[in-house]
C-alpha cells in the first residue's frame, strides 16, 4: 500500500512539474498574459482614434451639407439676380 502511495505521489509531482516548468505551463500563461495586455492597450489606443476620426468625419460631413445649402441659396439667388437684369440688358440693347 506504501508503495502505490509513493507511485502516485511521484506521478503527481511529474504532472505538477510538467504544468509549472514544461513548455506549455505557467511560464507560457504568464507570457500570454501579458501579450494580451499589449494587445488590448494596442486596442484601446485604436478604438480612441477611430472614435476621434469617425467624429472628424460626421464634423466634415455636416460642413459639407451646410456648404451645400448655402451655395444652393447663393445659386437660387443668382439666378434671381440674372433674371432680374435680363429686361435691363435688353432695354440697353435698343438703345
Known amino acids: 500500500m506504501r508503495l502505490v502511495t509513493l507511485a502516485l505521489a511521484a506521478a503527481l509531482l511529474l504532472v505538477q512539474a510538467q504544468l509549472w516548468f514544461g513548455g506549455n ?3 507560457r500563461v ?3 498574459g501579458r501579450l494580451l495586455e499589449d ?3 494596442t486596442n484601446d489606443e485604436a ?3 477611430n472614435q ?3 467624429a472628424e468625419v460626421r464634423d466634415l460631413a455636416r460642413r459639407l451639407h451646410r456648404t451645400e445649402h448655402r451655395e444652393a441659396g447663393a445659386a437660387a439667388q ?3 439676380e440674372r433674371d432680374l437684369h435680363r429686361p435691363l ?3 440697353c440693347a435698343v438703345q
Open 25 to 27: 505551463g505557467m511560464g
Open 30 to 32: 504568464v507570457e500570454l
Open 39 to 41: 494587445q488590448q492597450a
Open 47 to 49: 478604438r480612441q482614434r
Open 52 to 54: 476621434r476620426l469617425a
Open 78 to 80: 443668382i439666378g434671381t
Open 89 to 91: 440688358l435688353r432695354a
